[in-house]
């Protein structure tokens, strides 16, 4: 038996009768598109009797969040290469750093060089205390944008590598690093560009790249500018004296500038880096892209022409938006014909997003965030200086380690391992090995079961540990006496503990408190600004604790107790251990401007 209605009718092909039963669905649910004045044509339709048009419609659920469902992998792998060249230009400096200095001065005492080592590496971080915020407005600003501000950055730094690297005086090196921190705005760019490629159900994984990308600089930066460090000297049939390409005298420049090698390796990587996100990245800002459409460029043609070879039927992706798709995009254009008045009536231009006020912004959360964020960037400056310096510090005599054995006091011992550029940057390189074991294997399988707040509570306890027993590698026995460097299976099992302890809390910290600061934003429209604030915070306390912990340690070198320094920075950790349990996961939407709805997750 058959009914014909006109007022109630059902497709009889099931994709317009799906049509129909989205188009109420949508309506159901206040999607925003209006029908009433719109003719609908659906030819010839028959209602099935056992079709209910109140029931409501489900609708599938998205697959789970897993790197293999992790969409926008070309943008995600810029960003992270954004993140990785800048990272290496800060591990390679810190590979060869204190030799620089003391090459500059030969005279000075270590004491003295551990105070200009916390100055130099500083500096950097002392510069982005003023410009992080300007940057973090200018990249929410309509007329620049996010990926502006990343080229700008990417490029200033890599004249900053150069300068350092042809620096002959302390002063010198200081200007160019501070010059660099000035110019460089990446790290709250990539974080919010990131924040925006995907939606907030990858951002565990999405920003798990960042540390990733550090981690792998960790291993490569101190080990290819240990390896390019006083190349006449290291490598005199290449460079040195009636040498391949030194000719009867060798290569001048490189003698007079031995540490001018892996800063020309950072800068070109750096401008590497600049033309990949000219040409392949694809700006975030909103107000940007709702805009205007840029007209492709080479790289795009190209990808394009590939992508049309390889797939032909491929979709060309958009960036994470939360207006609606039209209502009916999906549909057949013979199925849905517009009534004249309403076909003539002209498109509403879209409003301006609504900006929160800078005022508004300091919400308790965002509060409890910056603290975090300050004390964990305060010890981990300190802990890049401090261990740098001490690898390099003479060893203490054998008077004072059998001194040491003698005494109750545990605590009274001086010296370090003197280690050469060479194993300083091997030294380093463990950090990175380690960490990037650590979230390849551990941390995905423990943030799913534990969770993101309790492992970045937990895992904070593991800091003070590390910084407590760091200086009692001085007194693990040696094969080699002093003054030469210290080796041995004892050392290098000590300093693969302390690593291990220092880069496991590391790397659930590091990734989460990126993710806390990022949804402790109260509004979409100041994200970048709160990545800028973060970063100056970050920048702020980056700054004073290596400038502290270098005067801590001078003060225990003279007063023959190394671990001062050390035993300071594990107290401030552990205050850091305490204030994470006031720090909460935001959702990133917390105030409403007029005429806004609650987000779609805390509508659920």
């Given at each position: 038996?058959?009914?014909r209605t006109?007022?109630q ?5 099931s ?6 039963r ?6 159901r649910?206040?999607s ?8 609908v044509s659906?030819?010839r339709?028959e209602l ?5 048009m ?15 469902t992790?969409?926008?992998k070309g ?16 591990a390679?400096l ?14 000075l005492?270590d ?7 916390g100055?130099l ?5 002392a510069?982005?205390i003023v410009t992080a ?14 990926k502006?501000?990343?080229l ?12 350092v690297g042809?620096?002959q005086?302390?002063?010198q ?8 921190g000035a ?5 709250g ?14 951002h565990?994984?999405a920003f798990?790249?960042?540390p990733?990308a550090?981690?792998?600089a ?10 390019l ?9 290449l ?8 000719g ?8 007079r ?15 590497v ?6 040409y ?10 709702n805009a ?19 797939s ?6 958009t ?9 009916l995009a999906?549909?057949?254009?013979d ?6 008045v ?8 879209s409003?301006r997003p609504?900006v ?10 965002v509060l409890?965030?910056l ?9 981990m400056g300190?802990f890049?200086?401090?261990?740098i310096?001490?690898?390099?510090t ?9 001194r040491f ?6 605590f009274i011992?001086?010296?370090g391992l ?5 194993a ?10 380690v ?7 551990i ?6 079961r534990?969770g993101?707040?309790r ?32 080796t ?12 291990t302890?220092q ?10 408190s990126?993710?806390?600061?990022n949804?402790?934003s ?11 604030i973060g ?6 306390f ?13 003060v225990?070198l003279e007063?023959g ?5 050390w ?6 950790s ?9 720090v909460r996961n935001g959702?990133g ?5 007029p ?10």
């Open positions: 038996m058959r009914s006109t007022s009718a059902e497709p009889a092909d994709s317009t009768g799906a049509a129909l989205q188009h109420k669905a949508h309506q649910h206040g925003g598109v209006n029908l009433h004045n719109r003719s659906l030819g339709l099935d009797p056992d079709f209910d109140d029931t409501p419609i489900e609708h599938s659920k998205p697959p789970p969040a897993s790197w293999a992790i969409p926008h943008q995600l792998a810029v960003l992270a290469c954004s993140r990785f060249v800048d990272f290496f230009q800060m390679s810190q590979t060869y750093m204190v030799h620089q200095l003391k090459s500059f001065d030969p005279s005492p004491s003295s060089i551990s105070h200009q080592a100055v590496q500083g500096s950097f971080t510069a982005q915020v300007v940057w973090g407005r200018v990249a929410d600003a309509p007329w620049c944008g996010r502006r501000v990343l700008v950055g990417l490029v200033g730094t890599a004249f900053s590598c150069v300068g042809f620096s005086t302390f002063l090196a200081t200007l160019w690093r501070m010059f660099g110019i460089n705005g990446t790290i760019s990539a974080r919010t560009m990131v924040a925006e490629t995907v939606d907030k159900r990858f565990s994984r798990l790249l960042l990733l550090f981690n792998v960790n291993i490569l930066g101190p080990i290819l500018s240990g390896l460090v006083e190349p006449v000297a290291a490598y005199p049939t460079f040195g004296p009636a040498s391949l390409f030194g009867a005298d060798g290569v001048q420049w490189m003698e500038y031995p540490y001018a090698m892996p800063n020309l390796l950072c800068a070109i990587l750096l401008l880096e600049a033309v990949g996100v000219h392949l990245l694809a700006e975030t800002l909103a107000s940007i892209r205007r459409v840029p007209l492709p460029g080479p790289m795009d043609l190209l990808k394009k022409f590939v992508s049309r070879i390889t032909p039927n491929a979709h060309k992706y960036l994470v938006d939360n207006s609606s798709e039209g209502l999906g549909m057949d254009s199925a849905v014909e517009l009534s004249p309403n076909a003539s009536e002209k498109p509403k231009m409003k609504q929160l006020p800078f005022s508004r912004i300091w919400t308790a959360n409890w965030v603290l975090s964020i300050a004390i964990f960037d305060f010890h300190a890049s200086s401090l261990w310096v001490y690898l390099s003479d060893r203490p005599g054998p008077e004072i380690t059998a054995t003698k005494r109750s006091n545990p011992f001086s010296g003197a280690f050469e550029p060479a300083i940057g091997f030294a380093l390189a463990v950090l990175g090995i960490g990037l074991f650590l979230q390849l294997s941390y995905p399988w423990a943030n799913t534990f993101l707040m492992c970045f509570r937990y895992s904070l306890f593991l800091f003070p540990l590390a910084y407590f027993l760091a200086p009692y590698l001085s007194l693990l026995p040696s094969p080699t006496p002093a003054p030469s460097p210290a041995g299976f004892w050392v290098w099992v000590g300093i693969s503990l302390i690593l302890l880069v496991t809390a590391r790397t659930f910290a590091l990734p989460a990126i993710i806390l600061l949804n402790s109260p509004h979409p429209s100041v994200l970048a600004t709160i990545h800028g970063q100056s915070v970050s920048s702020t980056r700054t004073v604790g290596p400038i502290a912990a270098g005067y801590w340690y001078g225990g007063k107790i190394v671990g001062v320094a035993w300071l920075v594990a107290a401030v552990s205050i850091g251990c305490v204030a994470s349990f006031w959702t939407h917390e105030i409403l401007l005429g806004e709805e609650p987000p779609e997750n805390d509508r659920q």
